[in-house]
């Protein structure tokens, strides 16, 4: 048996998984996530460690690029699958490690070319069927898509070449496609390699399809952009559905919404732990979650939320590692438009956003029981009050390009997971959200 057979089978057994979700896909991702834990399969956070990539949401022609360019950087053999629809998940999981095992031809050989020809997804359920015809790598030559980089690995370039202008180095590329750095003066006066990065769309723990583009200086950002999210977007907001029913007049009740919000924050929550290096609470976050989209009982929530409350909360690790950033005062906050935990949250850095997420969760979780009508402009839904023409993550996405200039690299990943907008409701909101 050849070696890439052998690989293939050992990888079958229990794949590595890429997980990309795109806009309209947070209910997919969610079963993903933990069908992924119930199955005991590691989950990759780059493409170079993965076997299979999952692909959590509706199909749309302005993100293939950016996932084409992640499928190209995964290393052969490996296969890609796609979940339109969380009762999609199981039956694409299924087909994707049968495609994974399926030995090569007599030569052993067979997989590992099948696999770089095969770049069609298995789509589950109705959804099923093949890429359009003609959608190939050279109708990108020369672009560099913003499939995402990670605060230790930057693996993307600026797209069609935005941001390249004055580095004097004629659109050179260097190794992993990483445009060449031009010099600049950074605040102390001192010249540093100036390098254009985009940081999304499909990070690990970051907001799905939102694509910030920041100029760094070391590792300091001196500029950031936000790209304009594509409004009218397919579905509508997982997190907000509460709220939207309420809006449109269908009774919603209270307690139902307090789970809603309580997930909500879990989330948010478990994508910063995550973040900051904390996975053991990132899952506990996570399984909290779960089990309140399940529809656990506040009785069996409620212990647990307070002691995982109480662990984040007072962790002076975790303080310590986030004070003092992305400060923003609850008057600023309020003048750009912002409502939600981000106004309420006394101190206006990550630790005061991310406490007040805990707060709010024990709050709600004592929610779930209680009856009556939500009034959707009584009550906030997760991210703040809930406006169809202008979504509460908008405010809270123009806010990130300010926010972020003059920090680190990784102190910006930890300043946008603390605001945790959500693209979900940017691309429902009728009018486009403007760069920043």
Do not use: K, N
Not at 4 to 21: E, G, I, N
Request: charged fraction near 30%; proline fraction near 8%; hydrophobic fraction near 40%.
């Amino acid at each position: 048996m050849g070696l890439s057979a052998v690989l293939t089978r050992a990888a079958a057994r229990r794949p590595r998984v890429l997980l990309v979700t795109t806009p309209g896909g947070t209910a997919a991702r969610l079963v993903a996530e933990r069908e992924l834990r119930s199955r005991d399969w590691p989950s990759a956070s780059t493409p170079a460690g993965a076997d299979l990539m999952l692909v959590a949401g509706p199909d749309c022609a302005r993100w293939d690029p950016a996932l084409e360019r992640l499928w190209r950087d995964m290393p052969r053999p490996c296969v890609r699958v796609r979940a339109v629809t969380a009762d999609d998940v199981a039956s694409v999981l299924d087909a994707g490690r049968t495609r994974l095992g399926v030995p090569g031809g007599p030569d052993g050989e067979g997989v590992r070319a099948r696999r770089e020809e095969d770049t069609d997804d298995v789509e589950g359920g109705e959804h099923a069927r093949h890429r359009e015809a003609g959608r190939q790598d050279d109708a990108h030559e020369g672009e560099h898509d913003e499939s995402g980089v990670s605060d230790h690995e930057d693996s993307d370039a600026d797209h069609g070449g935005h941001g390249h202008d004055g580095h004097g180095h004629g659109g050179m590329e260097m190794p992993g496609g990483l445009p060449m750095a031009g010099p600049g003066e950074d605040r102390d006066g001192l010249t540093l390699d100036r390098l254009h990065v985009p940081l999304g769309p499909f990070l690990a723990d970051w907001p799905a399809g939102l694509t910030l583009r920041v100029v760094l200086q070391g590792d300091v950002v001196q500029r950031a952009d936000l790209d304009e999210p594509a409004a009218g977007g397919p579905g509508d907001p997982f997190w907000s559905r509460p709220w939207i029913r309420a809006a449109a007049g269908e009774p919603v009740g209270v307690g139902e919404a307090a789970r809603r919000r309580a997930a909500a924050h879990l989330d948010s929550l478990g994508r910063l732990l995550s973040v900051a290096g904390w996975p053991a609470e990132a899952v506990t976050a996570r399984r909290l979650r779960d089990d309140l989209l399940d529809g656990a009982p506040s009785s069996s929530v409620l212990p647990r939320v307070e002691r995982f409350a109480r662990r984040v909360g007072r962790s002076r690790t975790l303080y310590w590692l986030t004070r003092g950033l992305g400060l923003l005062s609850a008057a600023d906050a309020r003048a750009a438009g912002v409502t939600g935990p981000a106004v309420r949250a006394a101190g206006g850095d990550v630790p005061a956003r991310y406490r007040q997420w805990l707060t709010e969760v024990v709050d709600a979780v004592r929610q779930l029981e209680a009856t009556g009508l939500l009034d959707p402009d009584a009550r906030e839904s997760p991210r703040g009050r809930w406006d169809a023409e202008r979504p509460p993550s908008a405010a809270l996405a123009l806010l990130l390009p300010r926010l972020l200039v003059g920090a680190e690299l990784g102190a910006a990943r930890l300043v946008v997971a603390s605001l945790d907008p959500d693209p979900d409701e940017l691309a429902a909101g009728r009018p486009a959200v403007a760069r920043g």
